[in-house]
């Protein structure tokens, strides 16, 4: 199947930036949505970003303004680049990615999880 493995969490004072990092691995043949989650503590797993093909976009009005997704197709990675960051995007990041394996099945994947911090 498909793996996901997820880099770059980490403790951050508010103000800072953080790029979040999610790559693919398995018989991929090609993947239509790309996305990141995340989970505070008692809450739900919320839309962060999504990126569909190479420019459609979406974010969460939340982070609008402040958080930048990306692709790369030929690595099969996808970026999440979070800049002024403050104590309410404290949580759990997740990636996720749905596509097309070579035998011809459809697949979606969820990375691990890598902790965000925004804290002084």
């Known amino acids: 199947q498909v793996q996901l493995v997820e880099s770059g969490g980490g403790l951050v004072r508010p103000g800072g930036s953080l790029r979040l990092s999610c790559a693919a691995s398995?018989?991929?043949?090609?993947?239509?949505?790309m996305g990141w989650y995340r989970q505070a503590p008692g809450n739900q797993r919320d839309l962060v970003a999504t990126?569909?093909?190479?420019?459609?976009?979406n974010y969460a009005d939340s982070v609008k303004g402040r958080f930048t997704i990306s692709r790369d197709n030929a690595k099969n990675t996808v970026y999440l680049q979070m800049n002024n960051l403050q104590p309410e995007d404290t949580a759990v990041y997740y990636c996720?990615?749905?596509?097309?394996?070579?035998?011809?099945?459809?697949?979606?994947?969820w990375g691990q999880g890598t902790q965000v911090t925004v804290s002084s």
């Open positions: 996720m990615m749905n596509g097309i394996l070579f035998s011809g099945n459809s697949f979606t994947s």
């Open positions: 398995g018989s991929v043949r090609g993947i239509t949505a």
């Open positions: 990126v569909i093909a190479r420019d459609s976009t």
